[in-house]
């Protein structure tokens, strides 16, 4: 069950991230929303039979601004039950920062598994005319560079809304947010429905009835994370996770649906508040 926790921070810096704003996005975006969202995780189905429930929640903080960058904390506890009393908890925190323009990044990744010692990572990455450095303090000191096409978590949100714009359907970007072992690089495929009317909401929750929230515009999203050293030795087309989601044009992701392959879990927006933000002066 490992694999659900060291994969989790890629996939909901996703989810984190879109509910943040979209950094140099923001003109052409519109205004996003500082706030705290609370996610309650449930177990939807198992494939495999490898797990009989799973239960947690996500809890996400973010502020900042355009001129002083965007920060983001983030805590996930989870329980997997797989059976004959094998209980797997994970509790999983994550500290980071990025700037307005996507140029540079900072982390601090915690995950415990268990009653094991946490396991961390902290690192910066800093774009740099073709290429990314990044720069690791743990799990142990190391630098490296990363092909300049690369993005950033928040970018990646932000590309998405700008394609959900501009109406298209499909949008493939190559991630880079400091999960695993601070060396992990995801290609993405984001599939991206058409917007959803007002009046279709099988499942009303705390952002639906948001004064912030109504009237504005929202699509049904799904991201398929790749291992890209993978994809890029042996070809391999099949996901490692998937993400699906309904994004509003603010930022806001609801409904969220986490497919690892042998079991899936959703996460209902349990709570959401909003946050005043200080203008840039």
């Known amino acids: 069950m490992q694999h659900l926790f060291r994969t989790s921070l890629g996939m909901m810096a ?32 198992s494939r495999s039979n490898s797990v009989n429930s799973a239960r947690g929640r996500i809890l996400y903080n973010f502020a900042g601004s355009s001129c002083e960058g965007y920060t983001s904390e983030f805590r996930q506890v989870s329980e997997l039950d797989s059976g004959e ?12 920062w990025e700037d307005a323009a996507g140029k540079s990044y900072t982390f601090k990744i915690e995950t415990r598994m268990n009653e094991a010692d946490a396991g961390r990572v902290d690192g910066s990455a800093e774009r740099d005319g073709d290429h990314i450095n990044v720069k690791l303090k743990l799990p142990a000191p190391k630098n490296f560079t990363l092909d300049g096409k690369i993005v950033f978590p928040t970018e990646q949100i932000q590309r998405i809304i700008a394609a959900a714009k501009d109406g298209k359907s499909l949008l493939e970007l190559s991630v880079y947010d400091g999960s695993d072992d601070g060396q992990k690089v995801y290609n993405t495929l984001t599939v991206i429905g058409q917007p959803i009317p007002d009046d279709r909401t099988a499942s009303p929750d705390a952002s639906t009835s948001d004064e912030h929230m109504k009237s504005l515009k929202r699509w049904p999203v799904t991201v398929s994370y790749f291992d890209r050293e993978s994809q890029q030795k042996e070809g391999e087309q099949t996901p490692v996770y998937a993400m699906a989601f309904e994004l509003y044009e603010n930022g806001v992701s609801r409904q969220l649906v986490l497919d690892y392959n042998d079991f899936v879990i959703s996460g209902a927006m349990g709570k959401f508040d909003v946050k005043d933000s200080k203008p840039c002066n």
Request: hydrophobic share 45%; with cysteine.
């Open 85 to 96: 009393g094998k209980i797997t908890l994970s509790d999983l925190r994550s500290n980071s």
């Open 14 to 45: 996703l989810a984190a991230t879109a509910c943040g704003p979209g950094g140099a996005a923001q003109a052409a975006n519109g205004p996003f929303l500082a706030h705290q969202a609370l996610y309650d995780l449930s177990l939807v189905k």
